[in-house]
């Protein structure tokens, strides 16, 4: 990864640039960046609110099925927050001078990333059990160094939302506590469900640090702190002490325990299926842009009518204050 | 207004958010919407979604005039030369310990 245009940008401004990322500044919308910064960002962001919005597909799927009334609202209330994380993070693209239009429009046509392990299907209740444990643990674990990167807007949406996902883990880990505590059948229920979703959820901090094309240039930016691998065994290390407290175990006949670092380390991840997902193979690709293609088109009179009803305002207040003069 | 024809941004609004009665409004993020009523309902559930406000503020962000990040050294520096502005620019005699 070559950065070598940037310093032709302007080499002075480039200096200063670097060393204010260097002391730790924070780099805010105005301020100058190398055109290669903002064009990561845009792609780093992007991704990361496609995956919000995304990622309320698989969960909307058990809103109607949530066995309780208290699980349907707490479902509901996770699946409401992901779409306000989509739009904090849209929010900060947008000062970087994109447009979310163009964002919302690249997702429809299926030309944009997001996280591949929204591609996974859910196919039991234990599955929401899995996805808010596991899914939103590693998204807490990655968004928490986020929240120090050295663009502002990114680092203070990442603030937001690390506030939030700590109740989504929390009542993921209560569903599979409840039912690894439950019935044999529920028991084997949530095993399942930890069985499918463990390895995507590794697979969810990316390559490994030597095959990732993006990591050096993000650290060497302070736009991310830690890399693909240390995130990852930082997850691995906080689960596994959770797994084991619901008498669960995970799919993974390598995993040991390092006394010398005092990590997990687990076995070798399956790269081909991580590629296959990502190139678009995966179990619900196309389905997933289907609802959001869907959902987007039917709510468009609610759209329209909202524009209509405030130019109709607009021109209400207008005849109003011409009668009045 | 047809389904096929090209569908336009909403505006965009900066929302200041005041946690609680007599804290000043901070900035939170911005919303879209297509008027002041509407943005301030967005607002409401994007950035007010645990109780982080008891009163919202939307603004027009084309309408927010900002110094620009040039300017940080030249037009804040008056205030750079000033030390006497400050209480500890002065000395007081020593018998005196509480102030
Ligand atoms: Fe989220
Ligand atoms: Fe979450």
């Known amino acids: 990864m070559s950065t070598t245009p940037s310093v032709a940008e302007d080499p002075a401004r480039y200096a200063q640039f670097e060393a204010r990322i260097a002391a730790d500044q924070s780099i805010e919308p105005k301020d100058w960046m190398p055109e290669r910064y903002r064009s990561q960002l845009v792609r780093m962001m992007s991704q990361h609110a496609h995956s919000e919005v995304v990622g309320m597909l698989p969960e909307g799927n058990w809103i109607t099925r949530a066995p309780s009334l208290r699980r349907k609202m707490i479902l509901l209330a996770k699946v409401q927050d992901e779409a306000g994380h989509g739009l904090y993070i849209y929010c900060g693209t947008e000062t970087l001078g994109v447009d979310r239009q163009e964002l919302v429009q690249q997702l429809l046509d299926g030309k944009a990333k997001y996280s591949s392990i929204f591609n996974y299907p859910t196919l039991t209740w234990a599955d929401i059990g899995a996805i808010g444990w596991l899914v939103d643990g590693a998204a807490i674990v990655n968004q928490t160094m986020l929240a120090k990167a050295s663009y502002g807007p990114y680092a203070r949406a990442m603030v937001r939302i690390c506030k939030e996902e700590n109740f989504h883990k929390r009542q993921g880990y209560e569903i599979m506590t409840t039912l690894a505590r439950g019935t044999a059948a529920q028991k084997a229920m949530a095993q399942d469900a930890l069985n499918r979703w463990w390895w995507p959820s590794l697979m969810m901090f990316g390559p490994h640090d030597s095959a990732s094309s993006n990591s050096d240039e993000l650290m060497k930016w302070g736009i991310k702190r830690k890399s693909n691998d240390e995130l990852r065994q930082r997850f691995i290390n906080l689960t596994i002490a959770q797994v084991k407290a619901i008498d669960l175990t995970v799919p993974d006949p390598d995993l040991r325990y390092d006394d010398a670092t005092g990590n997990w380390i687990a076995g070798p991840i399956d790269w081909d299926e991580f590629w296959r997902v990502v190139k678009g193979n995966g179990p619900c690709n196309s389905e997933r842009i289907g609802a959001r293609r869907s959902a987007h088109a039917e709510g468009r009179w609610v759209r329209d009518a909202a524009v209509a009803f405030a130019e109709k305002q607009r021109s209400n207040n207008r005849e109003t204050a011409e009668r009045q003069q | ?99």
Not at chain 2, 32 to 39: M, P
């Open chain 2, 1 to 99: 207004m047809t389904p096929n024809s090209p569908e336009r941004s909403w505006p965009l609004w900066e929302v200041f958010t005041q946690g609680r009665d007599g804290e000043p409004h901070q900035h939170a993020g911005s919303v879209h919407a297509t008027d002041a009523e509407h943005a301030l309902q967005n607002a409401r559930d994007v950035y007010a979604r645990r109780n982080e406000a008891v009163n919202l503020w939307v603004v027009p962000s084309a309408a927010i005039t900002a110094s620009t990040p040039e300017d940080m050294g030249p037009f804040f520096d008056p205030a750079n030369d000033k030390a006497y502005r400050h209480p500890q620019f002065y000395k007081v005699p020593k018998g005196v310990k509480v102030f």
